[in-house]
């Protein structure tokens, strides 16, 4: 069987668009991946290591590189230590969409 090029890219693409599932899975997955780039980004710009952020924290340098891994999932207390360590809040903020949720 001759080896056959494949678009990665398109490849993906179909499988978003006809699989809600892994459409939603996969849209989950580029925020996480979007929050995590912004914060390592911003503690870049600040001139802070993980081992600084982890003094100011209470929190292991481990686990702040944790908390910058991508399918890691810290407790909700550890994640708002790593953020105030930085100087920074989080804002919550509604969504502009017209998405209907179901009441179980």
Known sequence: MPFKKVNVKEEINKRLEND???????DYAQLEYEVLKQL???????????????????????MVSRIETVGNSPTLRNFIKYVDSLGLEIKLEKKNTNMEYSKV
């Open 20 to 26: 809600v599932e892994l459409k939603k899975a996969y």
């Open 40 to 62: 390592v980004k911003m503690r870049n710009e600040m001139g802070f290591s993980q081992s600084d952020v982890a003094r100011q924290s209470g929190l292991t340098q481990q």
